[in-house]
């Protein structure tokens, strides 16, 4: 057996008996040593059955409680008596201060008693420095219902064997293998942390009872102890040693015996009794372990930190990095720039009589949005087509159209009817205030003036040649608006007026203007031709006084007008001038000294041109007769022999030098440069056709202008239609005057105007232009028509140009029909037109006659 004594139990093996001494004079363990009463005196103690008191054993004394701060129990604690704390479960602690007679490893920690059979020694429970461990299930004693538990089948116990509980079948306590003591105490400290978790998850309840439960444990393995130190002892009673405690009071009966310093007495045992097991104690119950409240709320934190950071980030972004691109926004969102409209200029006769005119109006919208209702969309559509001279399906369909918030209705809409409109409680139906352009005269002068679009642009004809001046220059206004768009008092706004257009005073007399459109529609009637063009102009200035179309654009319902009617014919319509054409060939010759107005042509009424034959209007036979009476009857074959004379380079330059296959100037609208192609690319018989007016194309304002030239005795002046604007103030401003170019020589003029005024007399083809008290010069014309849509020639071209007074001229009127049906002839057809429009232009300008009469002249020969 291995030494108990000589290990020095200390004051936890309890007081008494020569081997609780320690040191070398213990005595080992032999029946009836010392040491056995130190060990009798240990289990006498835990069994209540030590020494009876004596002077010289006297009963021990409670020790004093250390003071709190100092010692574990407090001065009037018994460690016997006290109930157990939450402190007694916790194992012993490296850290705790040694204690006298406990012997550490050199690292502090107790060493396994190997004194005692069958584990390792240590100090008792109740000495001081010791800590009470938490009971664990396995530490009860292991007895016959333990082992029973383990092994359920039936066991056959043979005398001086030993059961499973630690017992032999005497009933001493057998010795516990070293290795088990090591796994109990190292479950100690596993069940540490799980007691203390159990502890934590449990309330007051589990944790009274976990204390009744831990006494009845050390109460059952004190009895263990006991048995196992009878058995080395041989049963002898051990003396507890001074200052030697139990660990916990001896579990008693409420009513049992008691032993000498108050124990309880235990119950006798026999050699073949066993005490009986101690009760095993409860499970804990199941606990859900639900995962750690402190990670959840972490990764709340986290996530909340996240998505603070994401709107922290976009706030910065926000107010810092981009904040003046989201204030310009925000300002661009507010802020509107309404425009305001400049009113347009007026358009103006030459009197300053309104032939166009703006005048206020008001331009209606609706949001289609706010009509969800078919029939009440319906009865809308209604109202709006009466009111403002519409069509109901073009409602309907500007009403439907419910995916858009702005439909506008009309732009030029009278005050009086969008008043009444906006009073018949139509829903979002909004009025603005604008312009819109009006003409007072309807179509007089319709394709020369033009018309302005929707847009406030012009299109055609004056409104778009001097759209720049009659447009002037719209305002801007800045002004902050909500939501519903009404504008926020307060704010700041910027305004620019707007500069009103300025009025065009136009080279027209409004009532001449009528007189030549009314007569060349009524002619045009009469001889059913596809077209009429008049023009009356200015010999002294080249003002055009009259430029009338037939039929002409009425510029109230433009809209609906065909487009052949928007075209300004007198100006940009071309065609060939036949015999018009002859005071240039004229011209030519005169100027080239190769003939005289007296001089003497054999003429026959035909003439051979290369590969073709030309004739003249009527047949005759051969006979001689002066240029001034070849002029008179616009003899062909006359005009032929007198360009033979001149040559085609110089009828070239001189046709060219009254303006044919160039624009004119002076800002007319739609003005064309004829077609006159180069004389060295004429054909054989192209140079004889030219002379009297075929194979070369003018418009009506450029023959207008060749005439205006010979009476303003051979000075050329570019035609004008502008006389002059008018500047905000009222002012009227006066045209620059039109370029003046010498075409022919002053006697040139003079001799073709009697010739020409020759062509007006009883014997010349323009009788019919003669006016009574007046001396009239002028041309007729008849020539063949080009039709472009055919490809060939069809039809005639009949015109009459001329001047008055031919001693004084004034005004040159022109007078050109395409294609009529009744009569063909310039002097048929034309010159009555010439007539009618010169006499009223003549009486409307007051312009007297002269009062001298023609001074004889040769127009025959052997006259």
Not at 200 to 222: C, H, I, N, S, V
Not at 444 to 449: D, E, K, P, V
């Amino acid at each position: 057996m291995r030494e108990s004594g000589g290990r020095g139990q200390g004051p936890g093996r309890g007081a008494g008996g020569a081997g609780s001494q320690g040191g070398p004079g213990a005595a080992r363990r032999t029946p009836g040593g010392p040491g056995r009463a130190g060990r009798q005196g240990g289990s006498a103690r835990s069994e209540g059955t030590g020494r009876p008191a004596s002077p010289d054993n006297p009963p021990r004394q409670p020790r004093k409680r250390p003071d709190p701060l100092d010692l574990p129990f407090g001065p009037d604690d018994d460690p016997r008596a006290r109930p157990p704390r939450d402190d007694d479960d916790l194992p012993p602690s490296d850290d705790a201060p040694p204690t006298p007679g406990d012997r550490r490893s050199p690292r502090g920690r107790p060493r396994p008693d190997t004194g005692r059979t069958g584990g390792t020694r240590g100090r008792g429970d109740d000495e001081p420095g010791a800590r009470r461990r938490p009971p664990r299930e396995d530490d009860r004693p292991r007895g016959r219902a333990a082992a029973q538990s383990r092994d359920p089948g039936p066991r056959t116990r043979t005398p001086g064997s030993r059961d499973d509980a630690g017992r032999d079948d005497h009933g001493r306590s057998r010795r516990v293998p070293a290795d088990r003591d090591h796994d109990r105490m190292r479950g100690r400290v596993q069940d540490r942390d799980d007691r203390r978790t159990f502890r934590e998850g449990r309330a007051g309840e589990a944790r009274t009872r976990g204390r009744q439960d831990d006494a009845q444990d050390r109460g059952g393995r004190d009895d263990d102890a006991r048995a196992r130190g009878r058995q080395d002892d041989d049963g002898a009673p051990r003396r507890p040693r001074p200052g030697e405690r139990d660990r916990v009071p001896p579990r008693r009966p409420a009513d049992g015996p008691r032993g000498p310093r108050g124990g309880d007495v235990p119950p006798p045992r026999g050699p073949g009794r066993r005490p009986p097991a101690p009760p095993r104690p409860p499970k804990p119950p199941l606990v859900l372990r639900l995962g750690s409240p402190r990670r959840r709320i972490n990764i709340g934190l986290i996530g909340m930190t996240f998505v603070l950071s994401i709107f922290a980030g976009r706030l910065i972004q926000m107010q810092g990095l981009d904040s003046k691109v989201y204030e310009a926004a925000a300002v661009d969102q507010r802020r509107h720039v309404e425009t305001i409209p400049a009113k347009r200029g007026s358009i103006t006769d030459v009197n300053g009589h309104d032939l166009a005119v703006t005048v206020e109006a008001r331009e209606l919208s609706i949001d289609p949005s706010k009509i969800t209702d078919v029939g009440v969309r319906a009865k809308v559509a209604k109202v709006l087509a009466q009111q403002l001279g519409k069509s109901e399906q073009d409602m309907a369909a500007k009403l439907a159209r419910v995916d858009t918030r702005y439909q506008r209705l009309a732009s030029d809409v009278d005050p009086v009817v969008a008043s009444r409109l906006l009073r018949a409680s139509i829903p979002a139906l909004s009025a603005k205030k604008t312009y819109r352009r009006v003409y007072p005269a309807g179509d007089l002068a319709g394709s020369l003036i033009g018309f302005v679009g929707d847009e406030g642009k012009g299109l055609i004809g004056i409104e778009r040649t001097s759209n720049k001046l009659l447009a002037g220059r719209d305002g801007r206004q800045r002004v902050e608006t909500g939501r519903d768009g009404q504008r926020i008092p307060m704010t700041s706004s910027q305004r620019t007026a707007p500069v009103n257009g300025q009025d065009v005073r136009l080279t027209i007399d409004r009532d001449v203007q009528w007189a030549a459109q009314k007569s060349i529609a009524d002619q045009v009637e009469e001889s059913g031709a596809d077209s009429g063009t008049v023009i009356v102009m200015d010999v002294r200035t080249a003002q055009i006084v009259a430029m009338a179309n037939a039929p002409e654009l009425d510029l109230g319902n433009w809209r609906s007008a065909p487009a052949s009617s928007q075209i300004n014919k007198a100006a940009a319509d071309v065609f060939e001038p036949g015999s018009t054409n002859k005071v240039i060939t004229a011209a030519a010759a005169l100027e080239a000294r190769m003939v005289t107005p007296d001089t003497v042509f054999r003429v026959p009424d035909r003439i051979k041109c290369y590969d073709r034959v030309l004739r003249d209007a009527h047949a005759h036979a051969a006979e001689s007769m002066t240029f001034r009476q070849a002029m008179a009857e616009s003899s062909n074959v006359a005009t032929v022999m007198a360009a033979r004379k001149v040559g085609s380079a110089r009828l070239y330059a001189m046709l060219k030098a009254f303006g044919f296959g160039s624009t004119p100037g002076g800002g007319v609208p739609g003005a064309e440069a004829g077609l006159l192609p180069d004389y060295r690319k004429w054909s054989g018989s192209q140079s004889c056709t030219v002379a009297y007016g075929q194979g070369v194309s003018v418009t009506a304002l450029q023959m207008a202008s060749v005439y205006q030239t010979i009476a303003n005795g051979g000075v050329k002046i570019e035609p004008q239609i502008v006389a002059g604007t008018t500047d905000a103030s009222g002012r009227h401003v006066p045209a620059a005057p039109g370029k003046q170019t010498r075409v022919v020589s002053e006697t040139t003029a003079k001799e073709i105007t009697t010739m020409l005024e020759s062509a007006v007399g009883e014997e010349g083809t323009g009788h019919l232009a003669a006016i009574p008290g007046y001396r009239v010069a002028g041309k007729t014309g008849t020539a063949n028509r080009y039709d472009a849509a055919l490809g060939r020639y069809d039809g005639y071209t009949a015109s009459f140009v001329g001047f008055a007074p031919a001693d004084a001229p004034r005004l040159v009127v022109l007078s050109v029909l395409q294609n009529p049906k009744n009569g063909h002839f310039g002097g048929q057809l034309a010159a009555p037109v010439f007539k009618d429009v010169m006499t009223f232009a003549i009486k409307s300008k007051k312009i007297p006659p002269t009062g001298s009469t023609v001074a004889p002249v040769r127009t025959r020969t052997g006259e």
